[in-house]
């Protein structure tokens, strides 16, 4: 017990020992939460003896999760069972796996990602003979998405047998989409927004169901709780109603998913929900230099929408943050790829140590050209989509015709090689599919004497899926893939093709399948594994590599890294000019919120990039204006950047008006001679910073007003 408390301050140490009941821990940035999260629950399982069966933690991603996994290893006995760390989704898919059989799905189903629904969608396209692109389908998916925003459309799903013919009464777009539910029920296959609708329904429909997880689940804990959205709060509150214990840690200053549903509500209300809430505050903070924690606060406290919070570090102190100024791409990155040198060779520090972030993945080119120039050895975590691979997602689909033989893997791999079965043949299975309720795959192989198939591949195809079927069981899953890859022609149709590094990629796959099944210790089954790595998104392969780290800010949620460069820098970029565009402060806090996570996630040195140069349009580059928002006095200027241009960018800034409540940075002091449209002149006798308003003696009143600090026609005077 010592050791999971040692090393802990006391509010930590609080944390760690609270099991009990509904609790939230608020604090900001690398005050240890996960730390203490983490402990907790090796306590759990250590001291109170609890089977870490029974207990459920949600981490934000696969990444966090693993990294969460390995040092709950370190800190409990013996080989215990770690699954049910995870995310929302994860959990989802453990509660589907077990329990999705009533609601008439088999329990293979498969999880589909952005790709597989293009494909869906392709096909129905194909169908309908209507023309596709990049704009339509985004349309189309973004009408999914809403749909699926709440849980009614499910109850069509479910029912038992196929779903009725599409109904063509609506209009275009909602006929697509009734095809689309069609399909996707026909492939068994389920998107991320269904994981967690499925599994309401579930809980909802089967009282039975959702009291045997209740009733497992004693302790449940939430990393970056800030970051949940309604479903997902609801989902830990449903489970967690039995046994009443919930514990979540989060920052609302973090909250950087509210486009994608987040709420950070949850966490700063959480004692409105739950009655007999405690808090607990953590307020040092353990992982940055006094001068970066300075950075970040001196931008933070620039929201309006937010609670203040007094961070403190013990820290020693270290070097200032940088704001390099470039006069365009080419120097900034060059400039970046010389200091990371620099660092290496007078601090010794190991390449992995260094972490390059921005605000969207295109950024991530002008410095990778730059590292390879140099020949620096780098990694992108979530840009390089290793897992949306076209060969690494046709690997993937040979080993599931062996597992499930599903029609979306069956689309993907049937014609690649070209095995002559093309768009026609294609549709004369699917029609024949269709009458007689068959999987396209069966139907092939029911038909693959007919006449519209034969001089095709059809066969050797059937004949290489049935023979490793057959020797399934005494296959590992490398050795499987290994083998699907040879006798069915990818891998000499990849040598034929050429592309290197398309070939390193499927090694890369096949390596890290023995290293899993090494880190096992035993052979995983086929099932299983497609299962894990169905939810695996790019961020999550684990990357010990010394090599500089690439990654979006998004991506970079939880993590710390020694030395930290947020490049790109620039105004219409972050904040990005969406958020700009909407005019509305609650989009900009969340940009401010997003420069908020990348400057604290530096442990000792941050350097704030940018350049100069056009924009798409023509839009000259200035300086962000989270830049221009922190006191001068916490960073240093490098690079020559001309005074005249510095007062352009504040300007351009300036005139970029928003809707923005008075009071954030340029409120009206006590004492301001002001202009109201119908009161006419007064002065600001008192601020009251709970109501939000101006106490206003009107020259022309006898007392004085409350008067709203958001209420845009108080002028100030210029007296
Ligand atoms: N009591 C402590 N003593 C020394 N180091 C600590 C202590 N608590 C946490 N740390 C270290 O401080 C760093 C930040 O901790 P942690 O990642 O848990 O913070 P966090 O609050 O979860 O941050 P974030 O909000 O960014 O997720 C880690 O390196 C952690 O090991
Ligand atoms: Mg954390």
Redesign the pocket.
């Given at each position: 017990m010592e050791e999971l408390l040692d090393?802990?301050?006391e509010s930590?140490q609080q944390a760690v020992v609270s099991t009990e009941g509904y609790i939230r821990v608020i604090?900001g940035?690398?005050?240890?939460?996960?730390?203490a999260l983490t402990n907790r629950y090796a306590f759990i399982v250590n001291e109170l003896g609890v089977d870490p069966s029974n207990m459920l933690s949600v981490t934000f991603t696969n990444k966090a999760a693993n990294e969460m996994k390995r040092r709950v290893k370190k800190l409990v006995d013996g080989e215990q069972d770690t699954g049910f760390i995870t995310t929302y989704h994860g959990f989802c898919v453990r509660v589907l796996r077990e329990d999705i059989h009533r609601l008439f799905y088999p329990k293979n189903f498969i999880i589909l990602d952005v790709e597989d629904q293009k494909i869906l969608l392709r096909e129905i396209f194909e169908d309908m003979n209507l023309k596709m692109n990049d704009k339509t389908f985004k349309r189309i998916l973004d009408k999914i998405g809403m749909l699926k925003g709440n849980t009614h459309y499910v109850q069509q799903m479910i029912l038992r047998g196929a779903m009725p013919d599409a109904d063509d009464s609506g209009d275009l777009d909602s006929q697509i989409i009734q095809r689309y539910l069609k399909k996707q029920k026909r492939v068994y296959g389920l998107d991320f927004d269904d994981l967690l609708n499925f599994t309401f329904v579930l809980f909802e429909q089967y009282k039975e169901v959702l009291e045997k997880w209740q009733e497992r689940l004693y302790y449940i804990q939430v990393d970056e709780f800030q970051d949940s959205s309604l479903k997902q709060f609801e989902l830990v509150k449903m489970l967690a109603a039995q046994h009443g214990n919930l514990f979540v840690v989060g920052?609302p200053d973090?909250t950087i998913y509210e486009w994608r549903g987040a709420d950070p509500k949850y966490m700063v209300e959480f004692d409105s929900y739950f009655k007999d809430a405690e808090t607990i505050f953590l307020n040092r903070n353990?992982?940055s230099t006094p001068e970066i924690l300075s950075l970040g606060n001196s931008l933070i406290q620039k929201n309006y929408f937010r609670v203040d919070k007094d961070m403190i570090t013990e820290n020693p102190s270290g070097v200032k943050v940088v704001h390099y100024h470039g006069k365009d791409e080419n120097e900034e990155a060059k400039w970046v790829v010389q200091q990371i040198q620099e660092i290496v060779s007078r601090d010794g520090a190991e390449w992995k140590n260094i972490a390059i972030m921005y605000r969207a993945n295109y950024l991530s080119r002008f410095i990778e050209q730059e590292l390879i120039r140099e020949n620096i050895d780098y990694t992108i975590f979530g840009g390089f989509k290793f897992f949306d691979r076209k060969e690494i997602k046709d690997a993937l689909a040979h080993l599931r015709m062996i597992a499930v033989a599903d029609d979306l893997s069956f689309s993907r791999i049937i014609n690649v090689p070209k095995r002559q079965i093309g768009k026609k043949r294609m549709q004369f299975l699917r029609a024949k599919a269709e009458e007689e309720g068959l999987s396209l795959y069966d139907a092939l192989k029911k038909y693959v004497d007919h006449e519209r198939l034969l001089r095709t591949g059809a066969q050797s195809f059937i004949d290489a899926i049935e023979s490793l079927k057959e020797r399934q069981a005494e296959l590992s899953v490398s050795e499987l893939l290994q083998e699907a890859m040879q006798h069915t022609g990818y891998e000499a149709y990849m040598r034929e093709d050429g592309d290197q590094e398309r070939l390193d990629n499927l090694t890369e796959l096949l390596h890290s399948i023995v290293q899993y099944e090494q880190s096992l210790g035993e052979d995983i089954l086929l099932d299983e594994y497609l299962q894990m790595i169905s939810l695996y998104t790019d961020d999550d392969r684990d990357n010990q590599k010394d090599s500089v780290k690439l990654m979006t800010i998004h991506t970079a949620k939880?993590l710390?890294f020694p030395y930290v460069f947020v490049v790109g820098m620039t105004e219409n970029v972050l904040p990005n000019v969406r958020a700009l565009r909407q005019r509305k402060e609650r989009a900009l806090e969340e940009e401010r919120r997003l420069a908020y996570v990348a400057v604290?996630r530096a442990e000792r040195e941050l350097y704030l990039t940018e350049s100069e140069g056009f924009q798409n349009g023509g839009q000259r580059k200035y300086p962000s204006r989270f830049i221009f928002e922190v006191n001068e006095d916490l960073y240093e200027r490098i690079g020559q950047i001309d005074e005249a241009l510095l007062e352009e960018a504040k300007e351009y800034i300036r005139a970029s008006h928003h809707e923005k409540p008075i009071g954030i940075g340029d409120s009206y002091a006590k004492n301001t001679r002001v202009r109201h449209p119908v009161f006419g002149a007064g002065t600001i006798q008192e601020i009251d910073d709970k109501k939000n308003t101006y106490l206003v003696f009107f020259d022309q009143l006898k007392a004085p007003r409350p008067i709203s600090r958001n209420f845009k026609k108080l002028e100030k005077l210029e007296e």
């Open positions: 090393g802990l301050n930590q604090a940035a690398g005050s240890g939460k996960t730390r920052d973090q353990y992982r939880g710390e604290t």
